[in-house]
């Protein structure tokens, strides 16, 4: 069969403007932007806000790339910290103080959730730890060891491939996110150099692992967020194959997502009627391009988009974090602007 070079190129064509028509047909949704934060002490400032939270009470709290590292020696090796900071503020973003000063795993910030029971998880890249706070500010458990010699935080080389499925039990190697099914079972996604979900009983005790690099089905190549819905639902944000992938607590395969560009920042709301809310960020080596936020339903369908890439309020640059506790109240923390947005979606 023959198939001349114009066909090819009609053909071509025709697939573009399908893809672009589609990608057209995302409605816009209105909402206005503010600064979230106010009332800073005039000592500190805002760094790179990688992650941001909300507790039963509205009160934020923000992980943020800032701070003073220093190295000290231990007794056998060198002991680094205080390359991050826990902000606390009150339901208006006004300035309460700060937990965790100096502790022993705040490297380098890369995402903070809240739990059922208002405990503050903090994620560190760095350090390669999962930290968890009571909500007077005392940790109170711990996943993974700070390894022996530190490194930048860095993605594995393309052309080195590797399993990604880590071993078992901690030792995380650029842990990303953690999540919560209903039985209080805790999943972390260790997903820079490794390519895995690990999951963890709700002692802490390690049950097992699933994900290897790659492309194919419960493959990953960067993991950046992880969700569980009210039906244990996990989905999973496969940031470098731009994709959603959705399975069960136990592993298994589901479904996949997409249409949303490359999903780095990941929520979905509480309540009966769940929607889930994904970045297309804007990588940090350009800040001029996507930079939208999705609004979906669980199945993948997506309702409308709102945002584009920027520096002025009302625009994003590399939104790295997303609570949704109040459905069209969002709070959006960005790695490119050092700030948190209060987002209100208009109806």
């Known amino acids: 069969m023959k198939f001349s070079l114009n066909k090819w190129a009609i053909a071509l064509g025709l697939l573009t403007s399908a893809a672009m028509q589609a990608q057209a047909q995302v409605p816009d949704i209105r909402y206005q932007s503010v600064d979230a934060l106010s009332g ?11 992650g941001v939270a909300r507790n039963s009470r509205n009160e934020i709290y923000v992980y943020t790339r800032t701070g003073n590292p220093t190295v000290s020696l231990g007794t056998s090796r060198y002991v680094s910290h205080g390359g991050a900071r826990i902000f606390q503020f009150d339901a208006n973003g006004k300035y309460r103080r700060e937990i965790g000063q100096n502790s022993y795993g705040t490297l380098y910030a890369q995402q903070m959730r809240i739990d059922r029971n208002d405990d503050v998880w903090a994620v560190d890249q760095m350090s390669g730890q999962v930290f968890r706070f009571n909500p007077d500010g ?14 930048l935080p860095e993605p594995p080389p393309p052309e080195t491939p590797r ?37 963890y009983d709700v002692n802490g005790r390690w049950v097992k692992n699933w994900g290897t690099r790659g492309a194919g089905q419960g493959e990953f190549d960067v993991i950046h967020g992880i969700a569980i819905d009210a039906n244990d639902n996990v989905y999973v944000a496969d940031y470098g194959n731009k994709r959603i992938q959705v399975f069960d607590t136990n592993g ?45 339903r669980l199945d993948g369908d997506i309702v ?15 939104v790295n974090a997303i609570d949704c506790k109040v459905e069209n109240d969002l709070l959006v923390g960005e790695l490119g602007n050092w700030r948190v947005q209060r987002v209100t979606l208009q109806p």
């Open 40 to 50: 800073f002490p005039n000592e500190i400032h805002m760094g790179e806000a990688a």
């Open 138 to 151: 005392k940790i109170i458990m711990v996943l993974s060891r700070k390894p022996e010699a530190m490194r």
């Open 163 to 199: 399993s990604g499925e880590g071993s078992e039990g901690e030792s995380f190697q650029g842990p990303t996110d953690v999540a919560w099914d209903s039985r209080g079972n805790i999943y972390v996604a260790d997903g820079i150099r490794n390519a895995r979900i690990a999951k």
């Open 252 to 296: 298994t395969f589901k479904s996949q997502m997409t249409g949303f560009g490359a999903p780095m920042a990941l929520c979905i709301t509480p309540g009966p009627s769940q929607m889930m809310y994904v970045s297309n960020s804007n990588p940090p080596e350009n800040l001029d391009v996507g930079g939208e936020i999705y609004k979906m």
């Open 304 to 318: 409308g988009k709102f945002g584009k890439a920027g520096k002025l309020i009302g625009e994003f640059g590399t």
